[in-house]
Nanobody, 127 residues
Framework: QVTLVESGGGLVQAGASLRLSCRAS????????VGWFRQSPGKEREFVAA????????KYTDSLKGRFTISRVNALNTVVLQINNLNPEDTAVYYC????????????????????WGQGTRVTVSS
């Protein structure tokens, strides 16, 4: 069982940057592919970014490329989502999710592919 804890959300003004962290703990915290999703009020949860266990492969929602960067530090069991030039449309609860991936190269964009979820961190962007 893997426990995921997100942090780094908050209330910011448009144009600001945030660094969201997802820390994993548990007996099987290693060898996990990780993804970030977000859910805005009244909308379905949507895929944001994913990274393989090796860290060498990343995927992004096309519309967010360039402003969002996912990275990881496996020694710290932490995955980071850097968000630049925030705008009010980025207001959402951001969730990280993980799934065990022995290959080390898997990246997953569907929420149903993930087995473990954090509680989320709220990001609010004011105009």
């Amino acid at each position: 069982q893997v426990t995921l804890v997100e942090s780094g959300g908050g209330l910011v003004q448009a144009g600001a940057s945030l660094r969201l962290s997802c820390r994993a703990s548990g007996r099987t915290a290693s060898s996990n592919a990780v993804g970030w999703f977000r859910q805005s009020p009244g909308k379905e949860r949507e895929f944001v970014a994913a990274i393989s266990w090796s860290g060498r492969i990343t995927k992004y929602t096309d519309s967010l490329k360039g402003r969002f960067t996912i990275s990881r530090v496996n020694a710290l069991n932490t995955v980071v989502l850097q968000i630049n030039n925030l705008n009010p449309e980025d207001t959402a609860v951001y969730y990280c999710a993980s799934v065990w991936d022995r290959s080390g190269s898997g990246t997953y964009t569907r929420s149903e592919d993930y087995h473990n979820w954090g509680q989320g961190t709220r990001v609010t962007v004011s105009s």
